[in-house]
């Protein structure tokens, strides 16, 4: 018998299994996906929002502020990048600037530190922007993340402290059996005390496996444009146009990595599968784009992606147990700030539910920090020199690109949530996240999976299921 059961190893259930991974409890992770944070919290701006949006007294509101605060213990301690760029809300006419005023009253009432900036001092900080502009919120406590290892990181450090990982199993059925619960997957049947339903796009049917429901999910997709990483300057905040009720807008901002972003679109999507981009929903991110930041390098552009939001009918996060039980804890329409706010949804089910169900004991050898690997483009050229001498694979080079070695790869394939697939290789170390998008190295990487698992490159999948890269042999490989 368990004690939890998450479903969704998206960065919700991830953080949710970090955190129960501090107490003596036995803790089960599972998804329907070939890798963990697959789904939405692999398609998104990644930015860690300031809290200044929301609206005041909502849940989104409280765990966005709560959880923005965590995230430079949390970047440390799971070892991902994470840079405090602030972000710049921009006023382009006088109607803005109006409105501007109220996103400072609301920025007070949510705790949030932001200051109005004159059209001068914006042009100072963001030579790029329109001479349009009027002036602007700077929110100097938004972030960037590398949103991929957020999650594998997360999830790999609750493993590493004894959570169980379970991936490729869809949840098909949930009984209630008045004292524990009997969770049937494509695989397995489990049974356990409490199930925690973060399910993301899907959360509305897992919570409708137990009891009728007075919410519903109304998917958004947002598209994008990723820009390559040469053109630094280009912007050095995250620039949002003012909110609208469709979302936060089409934003220009760098990420992580230093690539430049641009977007997302907000359209209501039945399919919540259907992450296809068109022409006509790019062009128009593009003209809106523009509007802020006039000269942005499209000719730069070197891939454009889309996720689907689970946005819902209540409008705000919805956390909180099944009127059936206190014992199914449903974490569901965990739209945006849903990145930003995850570590404090993990706090707020930990403290509101999962500490009042258990005669919690915390683990002696609970570990908050995520095993060190080595990423050489974060090195100094000595400590380079020294790795590689010591392991010629670290001086072998798959991408050429991002400059991604034979012996970074290898590495990530021991570690406790290894990549299986070449985009779990991409989305860890960034090998086919450049220029040529994986033209040059994916064969590699393809080979290098084949090798390690004893499998056959004709077996290697890009992504999914049907994702084949290879179909027949042509010749020996
Ligand atoms: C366009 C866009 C832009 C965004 N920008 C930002 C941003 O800048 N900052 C921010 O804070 N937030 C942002 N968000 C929101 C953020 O991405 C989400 O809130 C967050 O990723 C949701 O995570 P999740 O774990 O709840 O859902 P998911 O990541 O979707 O995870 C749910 C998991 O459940 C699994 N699952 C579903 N059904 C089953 C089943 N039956 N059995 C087993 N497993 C199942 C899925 O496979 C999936 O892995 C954005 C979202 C979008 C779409």
């Not at 007070?108 to 530190?113: D, F, I, L, S």
């Not at 760098?254 to 641009?262: E, F, G, H, K, R």
Request: aromatic share 6%; proline share 5%; hydrophobic share 40%.
């Amino acid at each position: 018998m368990l004690d939890v059961l998450i479903i969704g190893a998206g960065v919700t259930g991830s953080f949710i299994a970090r955190k129960l991974s501090q107490y003596q409890l036995s803790v089960l992770l599972l998804d329907k996906e070939n890798d963990v944070g697959n789904v939405t919290s692999n398609a998104n701006s990644a930015i860690i929002h300031s809290g200044y949006d929301p609206l005041p007294g909502t849940l989104k509101a409280k765990l966005n502020v709560r959880g923005n605060q965590m995230f430079d213990d949390i970047a440390r301690e799971l070892d991902v990048h994470f840079k405090r760029v602030g972000s710049l809300t921009v006023a382009i006419n006088d109607e803005q600037m109006n409105m501007l005023a109220d996103l400072v009253k609301r920025s007070k009432e949510n705790g949030v530190p932001a200051s109005l900036l004159t059209k001068e001092e914006v042009l100072r900080m963001e030579p790029h922007i329109s001479k349009e502009v009027k002036g602007a919120l700077l929110a100097p406590t938004a972030g960037v993340i590398d949103p991929f290892n957020l999650v594998v990181h997360c999830v790999e450090n609750a493993v590493d402290n004894g959570v169980k990982l379970h991936l490729n199993e869809e949840v098909i059925d949930i009984k209630n059996n008045s004292d524990y619960f009997l969770v049937k997957t494509n695989k397995e049947e489990y049974q356990s005390k409490v199930v925690i339903n973060a399910a993301g796009l899907y959360s509305d049917k897992i919570a409708s496996m137990i009891e009728e429901i007075d919410w519903k999910l109304i998917p958004r997709k947002g598209e994008y444009f990723v820009l390559d990483h040469y053109d630094v300057g280009l912007v050095n905040h995250t620039i949002f146009p003012l909110p609208s009720i469709k979302g936060k807008g089409v934003l220009v901002s760098m990420t992580s990595s230093n690539n430049y972003i641009v977007g997302p679109s907000s359209e209501p999507n039945d399919d919540v599968d259907d992450v296809s981009t068109d022409s006509y929903t790019l062009s128009e991110i593009r003209r809106q784009a523009t509007e802020l930041v006039p000269d942005i390098p499209f000719n730069q552009v070197i891939r454009v992606f889309s996720g689907n939001r689970p946005t819902s009918t209540r409008h705000d996060f919805i956390i909180e147990s099944a009127k059936s039980s206190k014992f199914f804890i449903n974490v569901a329409g965990i739209e945006s700030p849903g990145l930003v706010s995850s570590p404090a949804i993990a706090e707020y089910v930990f403290e509101n539910f999962i500490s009042k169900l258990f005669n919690l004991v915390k683990k002696e050898n609970y570990n908050p920090c995520v095993k060190k690997y080595h990423v050489l483009n974060d090195m100094d050229v000595h400590s380079r020199n020294e790795i590689i001498a010591k392991n010629p694979e670290f001086g072998k080079i798959v991408c050429s690109c991002e400059k991604i070695s034979l012996g970074e790869i290898k590495e990530l394939l021991s570690r406790s949530v290894p990549p299986k697939t070449v985009k779990g290789v991409k989305r860890r170390c960034r090998a086919g996240f450049g220029k040529c998008q994986g033209g040059f190295c994916s064969p590699l990487v393809t080979l290098i999976l084949a090798k390690h698992y004893g499998l056959s490159p004709l077996d290697i999948k890009w992504d999914k299921d049907q994702s084949n890269i290879l179909v027949e042999e042509v010749k020996k490989l």
